[in-house]
């Protein structure tokens, strides 16, 4: 159970750095 826990988190923050990285990106890379 604590295995699926921490692969849900895994990739919940994965896609999170990739939000970042792609409104940073949108915004022109200032």
Same mark, same amino acid.
């Given at each position: 159970m604590l295995y699926?826990?921490?692969v849900t988190l895994y990739v919940l923050v994965c896609l999170l $750095? $990739? $939000?970042v990285v792609l409104l940073q990106q949108g915004r !022109? !890379?200032?």
């Open positions: 699926y826990v921490a $750095l $990739l $939000l !022109g !890379g200032d």
